[in-house]
């Protein structure tokens, strides 16, 4: 009967992530994952800062990039996400230190303050996630930013957990 209520309560509306006016998005390949058919990094960004909200895990084990991602919306703002898959930067020693670059990197990139870079991985965990490849493809990821349902269509079917839940 709930679910009932939500079917009746939401309408999908057509662009995914760049639906909403002021968002852009993009996809590529940067080399974390092996298989080069597969886009590996996503960005989002929003033209002016966003109002930003989460729900987070309650299991005892976290990743990185949600200790810095909590860490930079506590302030109810956001104007870009990177999100990398293949690499879930999860149980490594060095995982906040990578996330937090991932923002400094992608906030450098954009023009934005890193504390409002939104940080997420999804992928393998427990290995050490290498920033290089990240920090080479963020020129790409900006270059290709569009506000176009291919845009949105390059991050949406791209960014999925292991399940059948979507990451973002």
Not at 150 to 162: A, I, L, M, V
Request: charged share 15%; glycine share 10%.
């Amino acid at each position: 009967m709930r679910w009932l209520w939500y079917d009746q309560m939401i309408k999908q509306i057509e662009g995914g992530v760049v639906a909403a006016e002021g968002f852009m998005a993009s996809g590529i390949h940067c080399g974390i994952r092996k298989n080069r058919s597969k886009r590996d990094i996503a960005l989002i960004y929003s033209v002016v800062p966003a109002k930003a909200a989460a729900v987070y895990t309650t299991n005892l084990v976290k990743g990185a990039p949600l200790t810095v991602t909590k860490n930079h919306i506590a302030n109810g703002i956001a104007q870009a996400i990177i999100c990398n898959s293949g690499n879930a930067n999860t149980c490594n020693a060095d995982g906040i230190a990578v996330a937090e670059t991932m923002a400094e990197l992608t906030g450098k990139t954009l023009g934005v303050k890193a504390e409002d870079v939104i940080v997420a991985s999804t992928g393998v965990i427990g290995q050490p996630l290498d920033i290089t490849p990240i920090a080479n493809g963020l020129g790409q990821l900006k270059d290709e930013l569009t506000d176009t349902l291919s845009g949105g269509s390059n991050y949406d079917n791209r960014y999925h957990c292991k399940g059948s839940c979507s990451l973002l």
